[in-house]
């Protein structure tokens, strides 16, 4: 409890010292309400450390209570769990252009959402691996599929290790290690997580990436640096958005951010040849550094008094129906498979024990669809992995289904007589989990119930077999039988 409250104390302190830091600021100089309305997205780790706390924090307020015009909104998200934090739009009107006090006092509830996060997000351990990890591939395709055609252009911010690191997608890890993806990741589809044949030009519309990876001794050595961030700048390249910024320090990412600077860090050529999908030492690639000639900057556009944007602001914590990942309602033949679990007992997260349970569809003549593949090109269509959720539900009740089940959607035609669905203990506890398995096409709905034993889960192992008590047959039967 006294650590709890020193941190509490320290976010106080922090607020407060950016809230008085953007009133001297703003008594100075007056701001005018700027361009056209603007959407930014910010990427938070899951986990951090309480060195890392005021360097994520103290931006993501700044950015809230001055950096940002009326009428802007700002998204922040968990960028390792693809839940929303808060959700919130500047007011309109004079008194909120330059006074940040104003705004404090408008946007309490987002404020606290972040307060909130910082307290909460604090790993248990100060060497825990889980620090300053976001899931780059899946954060900027769920941002691609939900604003691709917002006209606002979003912005998006990203803040964590540069690296992908995911126990559940092994083969793909790489940073610290000394290896990097080759370009054959890049050029292929979805049987990387890095592949872009399958996702060209998902972030059409994106403005530009600024990513603050927080900590420059991440790296082995400046090479290194420079290897990872060629990578990522082609990968970003190929969804169709541009890598503007690649820093350690956050307050600069968010200062280019809100400058709007859109010029990419550096210039590389994908090697269109390189067809081999294998990690490489990254003193074996070579990196063509070239900084490209400065663009304008775009004009601004706006004018004060012509944009009526909403005033309201949404905040949530957990992932429920404002969320944005949503499972879609079947249509056209379709058919949606959902999950959610609890512990058994009094439901939820019970002593910080967060079991993981997986989906897993196996259809004839295909490769299996699941988190390690989430889009799969099969003779009856194409089969999504819609979302991984990696943490029980309070309860099985359906109030948050659409936004936190993990589900996937099959394509209409979908053989089930010829298919198998699996779930697989992935991360088990100290007590039973139950759960439950919910099949769907629009006219008709079937909940199959599941229960794993006491277990530490055996990690998606035994795929081919899928040997009882790691893995639980969802017998697809009891739906198409169902009138």
């Not at 006209?151 to 126990?167: H, I, M, N, Q």
């Not at 944009?307 to 404002?322: K, Y």
């Amino acid at each position: 409890m006294p650590k709890r409250i020193e941190i509490i104390m320290k976010i106080t302190k922090i607020v407060l010292s950016v809230l008085s830091f953007l009133v001297l600021t703003c008594a100075r100089g007056q701001q005018t309400t700027g361009p056209e309305s603007r959407l930014f997205i910010v990427g938070v780790p899951h986990k951090i450390d309480t060195q890392s706390q005021s360097n994520i924090l103290t931006p993501c307020l700044s950015l809230l209570l001055q950096g940002s015009k009326p009428a802007d909104r700002i998204l922040y998200m968990d960028a390792q769990n693809l839940q929303v934090i808060a959700d919130a739009t500047i007011p309109d009107g004079k008194q909120f252009a330059s006074n940040p006090r104003a705004r404090a006092v408008r946007l309490q509830s987002p404020i606290a959402a972040l307060k909130r996060y910082s307290i909460s997000a604090i790993a248990d351990r100060a060497d825990s691996n889980e620090i300053n990890r976001i899931r780059v591939p899946q954060f900027l395709e769920m941002v691609g599929s939900h604003f691709r055609g917002d006209p606002r252009k979003p912005t998006v911010l990203l803040l964590g290790r540069p690296f992908y690191e995911d126990e559940r997608d092994s083969a793909f890890t790489f940073g610290t290690n000394g290896l990097c993806p080759s370009d054959g990741h890049i050029l292929t589809n979805s049987c990387s997580v890095f592949g872009t044949a399958h996702k060209l030009g998902i972030l059409n519309g994106v403005s530009a990436i600024h990513w603050a990876y927080l900590d420059d001794g991440l790296f082995r050595d400046d090479h290194a640096r420079s290897v990872i961030r060629r990578f990522w700048a082609i990968y970003v390249d190929r969804l169709g958005s541009t890598l503007t910024s690649w820093v350690s320090a956050s307050e600069i990412a968010f200062d280019r951010a809100v400058r709007d600077v859109r010029d990419p860090v550096t210039e590389e050529k994908l090697d269109e040849h390189d067809r081999a999908i294998e990690m490489r030492r990254t003193d074996f690639i070579r990196v063509y550094d070239q900084g490209p000639p400065a663009k304008p900057i775009p004009a601004s556009t706006r004018s004060g008094d012509q944009t009526q944007a909403p005033t309201g602001v949404s905040v949530t914590n957990t992932p429920l129906d404002s969320a944005l990942i949503q499972i879609p309602t079947p249509t056209n033949g379709e058919i949606s498979v959902a999950a959610a679990w609890v512990v058994e007992g009094e439901g939820g997260e019970q002593g910080g024990e967060r079991p993981d349970v997986d989906l897993y569809f196996f259809s004839p003549g295909s490769p299996t669809l699941c988190f390690r593949r989430t889009t799969v090109d099969t003779s009856f269509g194409t089969m999504r992995y819609l979302r991984d959720s990696q943490a029980p539900q309070t309860s099985l009740d359906e109030k948050d289904k659409k936004a936190a089940w993990e589900a996937i959607v099959l394509p209409a035609g979908t053989p089930l007589d010829k298919c198998e669905c699996y779930v697989n203990l992935f991360r088990g506890a100290s007590r039973a989990v139950t759960g439950v398995v919910e099949v769907a096409d629009g006219t008709k709905s079937v909940k199959i119930p599941f229960r794993f034993p006491e277990s530490s889960g055996n990690r998606g192992a035994d795929a081919e077999t899928r040997p009882k008590p790691y893995w639980e047959k969802i017998e697809l039967s009891v739906f198409s039988s169902r009138n």
